[in-house]
């Protein structure tokens, strides 16, 4: 049974950077997509970005981030990053990680989500 869990998050200064991980367990990413999504107290859910399962490299990418953050997969160790740079303080929440069938910025496309990890953005 698949299992996602995020690390990376913490506390950084605006302007700073900062590498999402989201690391699969019992069973391969390969097939999956793999979407990040963020929710702040008090605010919806947003799609941050995706990136498509089966080799394909076919990422996308909300405008809020465009530019900014980067998705990518190293499929050896079989996890899913997020790069995040140029960091605003409205970039922070708590973030996570999930696996679905296609490469979309919309949760309802995904079933299998990971526990979250908090990003701060703060001086």
């Known amino acids: 049974q698949l299992q996602l869990v995020e690390s990376g998050g913490g506390l950084v200064q605006p302007g700073g950077s900062l590498r999402l991980s989201c690391a699969g367990s019992?069973?391969?990413?390969?097939?999956?997509?793999i979407g990040w999504f963020r929710q702040a107290p008090g605010k919806a859910r947003e799609g941050v970005a995706c990136?498509?399962?089966?080799?394909?490299?076919?990422?996308n990418y909300a405008d809020s981030v465009k530019g900014r953050f980067t998705i990518s997969k190293d499929g050896a160790k079989n996890t899913v990053y997020l790069q995040m740079n140029s960091l605003k303080p409205e970039d922070t929440a708590i973030y996570s990680c999930?696996?679905?069938?296609?490469?979309?910025?919309?949760?309802?496309?995904?079933?299998?989500w990971g526990q979250g990890t908090q990003v701060t953005v703060s001086s």
């Open positions: 990136i498509s399962g089966r080799g394909d490299s076919s990422t």
């Open positions: 019992g069973y391969t990413l390969y097939y999956y997509a």
């Open positions: 999930a696996a679905g069938w296609g490469c979309s910025l919309a949760g309802s496309e995904y079933a299998r």
